[in-house]
């Protein structure tokens, strides 16, 4: 007689990482992108992190560790907001016909209706599922609502990795080996001249930028954002604002543009901290007539759409995230802390040969290092340099987190930059605990010798073994 089939166990998702958790970095190496848990093993990055609230993870030792990378940008709120995970867990229980595709449900209007709340001028929204997607549609909308084919974008941009994004990224890094592109063009950042000679052209559909750059945190110079709208309109081509990662109150205010009197974006492009650290969403902002135009009839209902688009969880969760920053005055909290925090770091550059500047708005900050007069410290400097550019700012990082257990990063390939973009609810305790961990690890550096500069010796070794 066959024996009855075992009772079947179902899913239990406690279970499953409470046997199979420990495998994490062999999971990753085996099945998704091994070179990131090779990256993290050489810099010793590999923690086992347990759990996390606020600004802050927990390691499998109990130890707590101050995040100061806010995923990206993606946890403006810090990670497990309350108000953020009731909302889902409201939205889940409610079993709301969702994604039906063929009706129009109420969250996405009211989310929609509530961010341009925050961009007079602008009227209507797409919802998307990334960043990347946000600036997708734009450069789709954008060539569409023109009639013409080339965007212009600044050097060392950042607008995403897929191929149109990857087409205005101005990180050559990025974009080698994906070539052919679409037909785009980079314009120094800050250089109106060299704007409107490509505008003079006749073929630009827009220019899109990004009022703080990522890579570097570099800010667009005072009165270019409203002079290169100027010029734009007078050559019928549009402004397109990345706030991907600026916006909801980064800077110090909701968008970042709005730090500029007078400027007015045809398109926004949102996401990271609008999805509340849970659900991902992008959201693109328009004016009425490019919308009009794109859905021009109803055969064109389609003609640009997301399968995820518009899905009741991301929508939750962005109206939860919205009002959470009202109710507890997030964007006030950036302005202040983020003021707080590039003096307290501003200070320290008389201090230190080694720090160049401390640059940014709100809580986008970039440090960056340079080389020093003293002898000794120019040669070990110029052992770096030689060896591959960034490697200084890497040697920074890295005790932050296995001396202070602070997590930062380098801010882009090749820079001697630090960017800090933690969650926008710090206060000045994790600035007094920055700024206290940063001042060690810089007097280390400046003493001329200790674990930093072997830890220097080795990261030299590995770049030049790389070559």
Not at 123 to 136: C, I, K, P, Q, Y
Not at 373 to 400: C, E, H, I, N, Y
């Amino acid at each position: 007689m066959t024996p009855p089939d075992p009772e079947p166990k179902g899913f239990d998702l406690a279970t499953l990482l409470a046997e199979r958790g420990a495998e994490r970095y062999d999971l990753h190496a085996r099945y998704l992108n091994h070179q990131l848990p090779r990256m993290l093993h050489t810099i010793g990055f590999d923690k086992v992190y347990e759990r996390a609230e606020g600004a802050y993870f927990w390691d499998e030792e109990g130890r707590d560790h101050l995040d100061m990378l806010a995923g990206f940008g993606v946890m403006g709120l810090g990670r497990h907001h309350p108000v953020v995970r009731k909302a889902l867990h409201d939205v889940l229980d409610a079993g709301l016909a969702d994604l039906t595709r063929f009706d129009c449900q109420p969250l996405p209007g009211l989310l929609a209706e509530k961010l341009l709340s925050y961009a007079p001028g602008l009227d209507r929204v797409f919802f998307g599922n990334s960043g990347t997607e946000a600036v997708e549609t734009a450069l789709k909308f954008a060539r569409y609502a023109t009639g013409r084919p080339r965007v212009l974008y600044c050097d060392h941009a950042f607008h995403g990795l897929t191929t149109g994004s990857l087409s205005v990224n101005g990180e050559g890094g990025f974009r080698e080996g994906f070539d052919p592109l679409l037909p785009d063009t980079a314009v120094p950042l800050g250089d109106l001249a060299a704007l409107e000679r490509e505008l003079a052209k006749g073929d630009v559909a827009a220019l899109i930028v990004e009022p703080i750059q990522g890579k570097g945190v570099h800010a667009a110079p005072p009165g270019y954002l409203r002079a290169a709208q100027e010029l734009l309109r007078r050559h019928k081509a549009l402004f397109v604002a990345d706030e991907v990662q600026t916006g909801l109150g980064r800077t110090g205010d909701f968008f970042a543009y709005q730090h500029e009197e007078g400027v007015e974006p045809d398109l926004v492009c949102v996401a990271k901290a609008l999805s509340g650290g849970y659900v991902p969403v992008g959201a693109t902002l328009g004016k009425d007539w490019i919308f009009k135009k794109v859905y021009s009839s109803m055969d064109r209902v389609l003609v640009h759409s997301a399968s995820f688009g518009s899905n009741a969880q991301a929508m939750a969760a962005g109206l939860a995230t919205l009002a959470v920053m009202e109710d507890e005055k997030v964007v006030a909290n950036a302005r202040a802390t983020g003021n707080l925090l590039r003096d307290r770091l501003a200070a320290l550059v008389d201090r230190y040969e080694l720090l160049h500047e401390v640059r940014g708005r709100g809580l986008m900050i970039g440090i960056e290092f340079g080389r020093p007069k003293s002898l000794g410290l120019r040669s070990r400097w110029t052992m770096l340099q030689a060896a591959r550019k960034g490697l200084f700012a890497q040697m920074v990082v890295v005790p932050l987190l296995q001396r202070h257990r602070i997590l930062t990063q380098v801010s882009g390939d090749h820079l001697e930059v630090i960017k800090l973009i933690p969650p926008l609810i710090i206060g000045e305790r994790e600035v007094d605990r920055f700024v206290d961990a940063f001042t060690a690890v810089m007097d280390d550096a400046h003493g001329g010798g200790g674990l930093m500069w072997e830890f220097g010796r080795t990261l030299v070794k590995q770049a030049v073994a790389h070559r």
